[in-house]
């Protein structure tokens, strides 16, 4: 989606916040501070889920939904959070929220039977700021490093042009693309790098690398292995 397409969206998702909510566009601005946004599919910001939510987490009220997490289990189960901010990135909303068991995201893709209730509570300062901003991705929790990763041209020059965290930083080796930017250890930050295929020459620190190398032996175990299995047919 290019930016002038992304802010032709953005522009009128704040034209359905304030049709929906009865206020006026600088009303919401300031509920947008419960929202925010990197490069991400445009079709999200007309679903009705992520205005319930952005609404919940503006007004400081908690939610009732179903959530059924796409990696532990594909039965839902009901929680009730406390909304603390919504965000936007790589075509999926994901919404941080206070639990029982501490601060959790929970992709908004997975979430069904959402109700807005009455009760109110006091959201912690800050949270979205130091959650959201500091770190590549959703993921939160594990102390955040730098990440440091080495693409081979000519793929350096195709991601050279994609901002994947603000505070990112780009050296260049000759035709090689260095780039560093803070990041938690997490699957999500594996998947994005063996996206890089056969480009990406090198990554640290140590832990993440090999977890990138242990994913892509499984990777191509898998798919040995399913080959082998339409041959057999």
Known sequence: VSDASLEEALETFRLRLAERLGTTRAGVDAILDSFSSDRTDRSLFADPRVID????????RVLRFDYASPWKSEQATERAVQPLHVRCIDGAAYLLAATPAGERVFNLSFVDNISV??????????????DWSESF??????????????????????????????AQHD??????LERRFPGHFSPEIVRRLL???????????????????????????????EGADEGSC
């Open 171 to 176: 050296h260049w080796h000759g035709d090689v």
């Open 117 to 130: 209730t009455d009760e109110r509570f006091t959201p912690p300062p800050d949270t979205h700021e130091r």
């Open 53 to 60: 939510v952005i609404e919940a987490a503006a007004q400081h």
């Open 195 to 225: 996206g890089l295929g056969d480009a990406l020459l090198a990554v640290s620190p140590a832990d993440l690398h090999d977890a990138v190398t242990t994913a892509a032996r499984t990777l191509l175990a898998n798919l040995d292995r």
């Open 137 to 166: 991705g959703v993921w939160t929790g594990d102390d955040i490093v730098e990440v440091s990763v080495r693409i081979a041209a000519p793929a350096a020059r195709y991601f050279a042009g994609q901002q994947w965290h603000p």
